[in-house]
């Protein structure tokens, strides 16, 4: 059964860092964009890094920039993010996703198929 696990998430100060993974089972994740999200109560989901599978290019959001780095391991058939410098805004449930097919990744949802059950982020002092 294909499905994606997240973990790595936990309270933090601010200023920290977290390293989140997203490891799949039942697919091969390097056949896939892979999208992190990440949502608070109340408010619309956000992407806040993705990467291709058709170049391994990266995008991120302005407000997570220069902090944030995704990476994958195909061997471990798992990508990460990489959180640096966290701040109280970046509290959230952070969710990994994926799409098919050899394309370039967005942050928006659309096409993003398959979702992990999330891994909490708190940043608090």
């Known amino acids: 059964q294909a499905q994606l696990v997240e973990s790595g998430g936990g309270l933090v100060q601010p200023g920290g860092s977290l390293r989140l993974s997203c490891t799949a089972s039942?697919?091969?994740?390097?056949?896939?964009?892979i999208g992190w999200f990440r949502q608070v109560p109340g408010k619309e989901r956000e992407g806040v890094s993705c990467?291709?599978?058709?170049?391994?290019?990266?995008v991120y959001p302005e407000s997570v920039k220069g902090r944030f780095t995704i990476s994958r391991d195909n061997d471990k058939n798992t990508v990460y993010l990489q959180l640096n410098n966290l701040k109280a805004e970046d509290t959230a449930v952070y969710y990994c996703?994926?799409?098919?097919?050899?394309?370039?990744?967005?942050?928006?949802?659309?096409?993003?198929?398959?979702w992990g059950q999330g891994t909490q982020v708190t940043v608090s002092s």
């Open positions: 996703a994926t799409r098919p097919g050899r394309i370039v990744c967005s942050l928006d949802e659309y096409g993003y198929n398959a």
């Open positions: 039942g697919f091969t994740l390097k056949n896939y964009a």
């Open positions: 990467t291709s599978s058709s170049d391994n290019s990266t």
